[in-house]
């Protein structure tokens, strides 16, 4: 052989070599959930049945992978510590050790990040949480007031396969517009995008990361709730954090309880995937990404698995037996008989039983003249039979408290224009009482359909927009008085802005709502009804205030028993 051939064949070989050494590959599988409401057994301990999703259902899914592949990360998104009698129990009745720590460690979670409804807990349940996870809570623009430095983690770096992966957290800043101060003290939720900026900016200087996780409890559709894209922290903004801060990789989000797997483009025109998981562990993101040495960044390959039919975990199951059993008891145990069936749905259509429990609690407790009240749920049949801790849950969802504020007559009217105007339209135009969308679904959020009780009035459908509601008289008969001030109870989510009504239903800013604060009871609504519930003795009564109906009567009753069937 010739040198010019031995150098020909040398040649080749290294032109192989760089070849294999070019197309060489790293990849870290990223698997991630969002909103889990405190789904963690499968088991239902609201309607005591057994489900095909929860937490047990992830473990199951993440052994699988980490049984298969190396470089695994595992992140959560937020909105853990509400939703059932699961964390319910743990976050106020047994408040040693809690569950959730216990669950994420042993699922070996790389971090988390904190949610609007973690946040809603108080600073007592979620600052012992921080202190029991052997991993990161992130949240980079909640900011400790005090010295102006973040009041959770702001970011994490993840070591996998030689690979730096930063992974920066951040929470909807809207949270002061739900929640009272009390909850969140000491802390300023900051503008995501700006936020996002920053502490890119610092990342990319002093960890020089070889790629960049958004994990974002925030959800896709900046313009929700009258909001725009421009507008200072906004509450939704993942999208905008995606499309405007530079450096992204993938964005993991949720808050809206929504399925997304988009690629969107970052301001360099570079994709950026943007994954969304939705709710309840009944999903889990799954997420490849792929280094070669020859691409400055990552290839992203993204999808959203249904867990339903994934087996829970036995060795989880087996792991958390004694907790499992403990909220069975406590969720099982009796408060009293309800001596008839009751249904949540009836709600949308006239003074409902399912209603007056919660308004009967406002009342009472705030000593208030009015209270407005949302269905939290509209798919729940209370049946005649015992009512049990868990059945509370079905009623009332979430640890709201009561705020009662001075409103006037007129602005109690247009309060209640507002709120109908939600969810009614005109039965001429549309064949239909209920706004609904191109699927026959209700086109806006129920727990937002607030109906009034301590007066009596009627909402006439065909009427314009703005003078559908008629207020007769007080619940007792006496005059109403648009010109008076009445004391009017709301749920602490209203009187901080959920859903606007206060803002955009009436016009008020939020120095003047303060202002006309009168008082806030510092108990969790459901606690409050299962507490006038234990007093009745065994034998449950729900009153019947009958004090509002849709008319004419005779007109209203054919779209009425239509929209019923359609749900």
Same mark, same amino acid.
């Given at each position: 052989?010739?040198?010019?051939r031995k150098?020909?064949?040398?040649a080749?070989?290294?032109?192989n070599?760089l070849?294999?050494?070019? +197309?060489?590959s790293?990849?870290i599988h990223?698997?991630y959930? +969002?909103? +889990?409401?405190g ?6 301990f609201i309607k ?12 199951t899914y ?6 298969t592949?190396d470089?695994v990360?595992?992140?959560?998104a ?8 699961s964390v319910? #129990?743990y ?18 979670y790389?971090?988390?990040c904190?949610?609007?409804h973690?946040i809603?807990t108080g600073?007592?349940?979620y ?5 029991q ?6 949240g980079?623009n909640?900011?400790?007031k !005090?010295?102006?430095e973040?009041?959770?983690?702001p970011?994490?770096i993840?070591?996998?396969?030689g690979?730096?992966i930063?992974?920066i957290?951040?929470v909807?800043?809207y ?8 909850? =969140? ?5 900051k503008?995501?995008i700006?936020?996002a ?14 790629a ?7 959800g ?5 709730d009258?909001?725009?894209a421009?507008d200072?922290?906004?509450?939704n903004a993942?999208?905008?954090? !995606? ?16 399925i #997304? &797997?988009k690629?969107v ?6 994709e950026v ?8 562990s009944?999903?889990i ?6 280094f ?12 959203v ?15 958390f037996?004694k907790q499992?059993?403990?909220v069975?008891?406590?969720s099982n145990?009796?408060i009293? #008989? ?9 709600c949308l259509f006239g ?13 009472k ?7 407005f009240a ?6 729940? &049949?209370?049946n005649k039979d015992s009512?049990?801790?868990g059945n509370?849950f079905?009623i009332?969802k979430y640890?709201?408290?009561i ?5 006037s ?7 209640l224009?507002?709120?109908?105007d ?7 135009e549309?064949?239909?009482i ?5 699927k026959n679904?209700l086109a806006?959020?129920y727990?937002n359909?607030?109906s009034a ?8 459908p ?10 007769i008289? *007080?619940q ?5 008085? *648009?010109s008076?001030?009445y004391?009017?109870? *709301?749920?602490?989510?209203?009187? &901080?802005?959920?859903g ?8 008020l800013d ?5 202002s ?7 108990s ?9 519930f ?6 449950i ?5 009958d004090n =509002?109906s849709?008319v004419?009567?005779?007109k ?7 929209d019923?069937e359609?749900?």
């Open positions: 052989m010739t040198m010019t150098n020909a064949l040398y080749t070989l290294i032109i070599l070849c294999c050494i070019d +197309t060489f790293q990849s990223i698997l959930t +969002t909103d +889990t409401h789904s963690l057994f499968p088991y239902d005591g049945k057994d489900i095909s999703y929860s937490l047990a259902n992830v473990a993440v052994e699988g992978v980490r049984d592949v470089n990360i595992l992140l959560d937020g909105d853990i510590l509400q939703g059932t009698p319910y #129990y976050n106020y009745i047994s408040t040693d050790s809690h569950i959730i720590p216990a669950m994420y460690n042993f699922i070996k790389d971090a988390v904190i949610g609007n973690d809603e600073h007592a349940v600052d012992k949480i921080v202190e996870m052997h991993i990161p809570v992130l980079c909640a900011v400790n !005090a010295n102006g973040p009041y959770f983690t970011y994490t993840l070591e996998r396969g690979k730096r930063a992974v957290g951040l909807t800043p949270i002061p517009n739900w929640l009272p101060e009390f909850y =969140w003290s000491g802390i300023e939720f503008d995501m700006e936020s900026q920053y502490w890119m900016e610092y990342i990319k200087k002093n960890e020089r990361p070889d960049v996780i958004g994990l974002f409890h925030s896709y559709d900046y313009s929700y009258h909001q725009a421009d200072k922290c906004n509450e993942s999208l905008l954090v !995606a499309e405007r801060v530079e450096g992204f990789d993938v964005v993991l989000i949720g808050h809206d309880h929504k #997304y &797997n690629n483009k970052s301001p360099s025109g570079l995937a943007i994954c969304d998981a939705g709710t309840g009944r999903y993101g799954d997420i490849i990404m792929t070669k040495d020859n691409d400055s960044r990552p290839a992203i390959s993204a999808k698995v249904s867990l339903s039919e994934t087996k829970p975990s036995e060795q989880f199951s087996k792991q037996e499992f059993n403990a069975k008891s406590y145990k009796s009293g #008989y309800l001596a008839e069936e009751i249904h949540a749905l009836d003074s409902c039983k399912f209603s007056n429990i919660v308004h009967a609690s406002m009342l407790h705030s000593g208030a003249d009015i209270s949302a269905p939290l749920l509209i798919d729940v &049949n209370l009512l049990t801790i509370m079905s009332y640890e709201n408290m705020s009662v504020i001075s409103l007559g007129k602005e109690v009217k247009d309060y224009e507002y709120s109908y939600s969810w009614v339209s005109n039965p001429d549309t064949g239909h209920l706004k609904l969308d191109k679904r806006s959020r727990y359909f607030d009780a301590g007066i009596k009035y009627t909402v006439n065909f009427k314009p927009k703005g003078k559908r509601i008629e207020i008289s *007080m007792d008969g006496t005059p109403f008085d *648009m008076k001030s004391s009017v109870a *709301m749920t602490s989510y209203r009187y &901080n802005g959920g606007g009504h206060l803002l955009y239903g009436i016009g939020k120095a003047t709502i303060q006309r604060n009168i008082r806030n009871i510092l969790d609504l459901r606690g409050l009804v299962v507490k006038d234990s007093e009745m003795g065994g034998n009564t729900i009153p019947d205030f =509002w849709f004419p009567e005779s209203v009753e054919f779209f009425i028993n239509n019923k359609l749900f």
